[in-house]
């Protein structure tokens, strides 16, 4: 009779060990995640006033102004992006079936002379598994970020303004500078003339 007892209180306590255990994890992982959450909430939030904000002062030394033009905080926003700053797809669905298109395509294209149709159909399906997973993937992405419109609308509209301002300053060129990534303004016959002279 004791040992039946014994067995008992032994596997009461191991019960309890490990769910003592299983709590204690559990609680220091959301504390973990909730200190991401928080230390990823100010990040972005630092993000999203440094672009509201008005040109970047790190950002603002980027831009190499050769000419008499001021250029507006908007237009100086737009050439202080970087060159990964990916822009918020309008209709993600358009380009879609052209990209379906080439994927099958080029997949189709695919050849193993050591394998027969059969195997070598299972063969591209690997490729075309991925690939639609990473088409899927690019589609929920930006349905996603549609849900957080506000500053890529701001920045469509700062395109639209910087493009209308280049139109109106025809004798403006701007480029990307080849040793930083820093963006060059300079006037026309200025470029060209330097380019003549380097023979290019």
């Not at 831009?63 to 822009?87: A, E, H, K, M, S």
């Not at 997973?133 to 690019?138: A, E, I, P, R, S």
Request: charged residues 30%; hydrophobic residues 40%.
């Amino acid at each position: 009779m004791l040992l039946p007892a014994v067995v008992l209180i032994l596997l009461i306590i191991l019960l309890v060990t490990i769910v003592s255990h299983f709590w204690i994890t559990l609680l220091g992982y959301f504390k973990n995640f909730k200190k991401i959450k928080l230390n990823n909430i100010k990040k972005f939030t630092k993000l999203q006033e440094k672009f509201e904000g008005g040109t970047d002062q790190e950002g603002a030394s980027r831009i190499y102004n050769f000419t008499d033009t001021v250029l507006p905080n908007d237009v100086q926003r737009i050439l202080n992006l970087d060159f990964n700053y990916g822009l918020l797809q309008v209709n993600v669905g358009q380009p879609l079936i052209r990209i379906i298109k080439d994927l099958e395509g080029s997949i189709s294209k695919v050849k193993d002379n050591t394998l027969l149709e059969e195997g070598l159909s299972e063969f591209r399906n690997v490729p075309r598994a991925r690939c639609v997973n990473v088409v899927t993937n690019h589609i929920n992405y930006q349905r996603r970020r549609k849900s957080n419109q506000s500053a890529d609308l701001k920045v469509l509209k700062d395109i639209k303004f910087t493009k209308s301002f280049l139109k109106h300053h025809e004798d403006l060129v701007v480029m990307r500078s080849d040793k930083d990534n820093s963006t060059v303004v300079m006037y026309k016959e200025e470029y060209n003339r330097e380019m003549k002279k380097y023979g290019k």
